[in-house]
């Protein structure tokens, strides 16, 4: 029976090859482009997933609130996590990480690099964590100057031979041994790393090199510190109860009386845990609104071309019935034919899915591992998007046609009564979901301009920012007269920050007539630490500029207006202020607000603290004359820069690039809508196409006789084209309500937006009528150029 229905399946998909055509391709693409954004959804949905123990993972974290700025810190102590574990008898095990940007590793002067991905961690995180030692004892990382690499380190610097037992130069004054060969991390895990170096040897270096700041007191304090600390409950719903055994440990230390310890959730990649949705996970749930609307569009195209030819079929439908089929044989049949056609859409899916990868994983800058492409939340995924089409495309269709009266059908009285509503309904549907997607990418798209064309209040062209490292800056003095002379250098400023880059101190001000210590009374303030020609090479405008800065700069600092405003002062009068317990400091000088951070939020209060001794910076910020060779002056600053016999490899970035990251979760949003608005545009202009072709067809003969009595082309093209502009306009009319509504709950999140104006509906819906004219008008123009003749004979 089934091999029956399989023919007559495959003898319809030949014989109607357009309606063929248009319902495979529709799908196929569909399917395609779902399946990618499945993809990196279900990818950003597992993140930190694979540990067995990841519900009962948490990780301790602390707040102060200085007024009205809340600042989270995320490093704890060393002996926060064991003084927990000793009060707190359902604490499994306590991990520590530290991270270091960037190390130097050599096995030979001439086999050095700059790596990235090195962490420092102790024993409890293998406990914690599921990252599988491949060869070495785990316990090594207990020991001081050990390191476990990844294979691909291995390989890196030992080639074929086994690395456990020898040596790596670590930042040109360390011996660390390589004591095993750890996993590479997964693509969905929120450590990475290439190198996991003992937490010993981070006590042990920064005890060697800053023994002021590594003392066994600090060491021994409950509060926060230098390391990640996390935790690994006996059960889950415990977290309550080790916040508060954390609290209460931690009050004991009078350095703790302001701040507020808590665990929070490991697995929480996309920030769903608090009250404010993150920026990723937003683009994560529009992600999948998108391909669920993509697929949705796909759906509909084939239920609408499939139930619009259901009067070609229902002769068919009616002897069949009249020789005994009953309605099952036929829903069967007709479900047999839409998971034939659904079969060889999702073949084609493939290899598009496979030729678009790439693409997508440039355009959200994704790392996914092949492997998770077979993981049980892809692939169920993938199943549930397959079973959900079979059930969508075959259910309608099958039900429509194998309820066809056969008496009707055979006496010539059946009409497809309810067909069209239904088919006009979907056509709108289609046309909504255009509507809105085209409304809402011209308003992303116009809120990232404006933000990237926001006066910022400063000017970051032509200035590159470089990394200092230890050797550099005890001969900054000296690398920066030899960066001055070099040809196309304008200015020159180091500093503790670099712009745009949310790493950063904060302090707390006083403000105007409080007399209290408490934190809850201060204002907090981000504190960048920069020497004094940082304010001119970066073009920050004076609101109140000194007459001449101070030979003695230690004490003396600049605010910002919005510091100003919140410590409650007059910018014209401000002087002095108490940071606490009397320690006093002069201001000198009120700069206008200017974005450092980002253009989505309002500007923060902010200090520029002056360094006195140039050996504190660890950038440079180099202003580069507008005439100059840009990547000629980089190389000599490079020159310049490695006489030094510097650790670190040369490493720079420029500031207007810095400045284009802090918009790349919109960026991604805007991608995501222009490439997945294009395509639910072709889709839905395939349905359209395959429906004027059906209409063209039916309406053969009505159009030869109209042409006989005299009816023009337009006349005819008109006729045909109407009744579909209509639906577009009732489309236009429910779309615009619903991505006003959209957009505008999406811009409540930006301090500095557009306005949603009339005239972006307008073009929007312009955009819209355009399209589908095009589509109609190429089909309609054409059926009604036909010679009535061949129209009139074709019964």
Known sequence: MIRNYLKIAIRNLFRNKVFSFINITGLALGLAVSTLILLFVSHEMSYDKFHANYQRIFKVRGSVKMGEQEFMFMNMSARLGDALKENAAFVKAIGRKAAEWKATFETAPKHRFNEDGVLFVDAGFFQVFDFKVLEGNVSAISKPYTVFLTPEMAIKYFGKENPIGKTLKFNKTADLEVAGIVEKNPSNSSIEYNFLVSLATHLA???KNY????????LNRISTGDYETFVLLDN????KNATNILQKISSQEAYNKDVTFSLAYFADH???????????AMYVYISAVVAFLILLLALVNFMNLTTARATTRAKEVGVRKSIGA??????TQFYVESTLTIFIAAVVAIILFQILRPVLYAMLELKIDTVFLASPYFLLSLGSVLLVSILLAGSYPAFVLSRFNPIEVLKGKFQGKGNTSIRQSLTVFQLVVSSVLIFC?????????????????LNKDEIITINLDAQARSKNQALLNDIRQVDGVENISGSKHRIFFEGYNMTGLKKTGTKDNNMGSMVGTIVFEVDSAYVNLFDIQWKVKPNRLPSDLKKKVVLNEAAVKALGENVATIKNLDMGNNDMIEVVGVVKDFNYFNVKNEVRPLMFKFITDTREMDFLNIKISKTADVVATVAQIEKAYNRYKVEDAFTYYFADESFDRLFKAEERIASIFGAFTGIAIFIACLGLFGLITFMAEQKTKEIGIRKVLGASVINIASLLSKGFLKLVLIAIVIATPIAYYAMDKWLQDFAYRIEVSWWIFAAGGLAVITLALITVSYQAVKAALMNPVKSLKSE
Do not use: C, W
């Open 441 to 457: 990418s011209i308003i992303i798209f116009g809120q990232v301009k404006k933000m990237r064309n926001k006066n910022l209040g």
């Open 211 to 218: 023994p002021e700041h590594y003392t066994d007191e600090k």
């Open 326 to 331: 009953n309605r099952l044989s036929l829903t």
């Open 205 to 207: 270096e920064n005890k």
């Open 270 to 280: 996309l920030g769903t845990g608090n009250v404010e949705v993150g920026s990723r």
């Open 236 to 239: 889950a719903e415990n977290q």
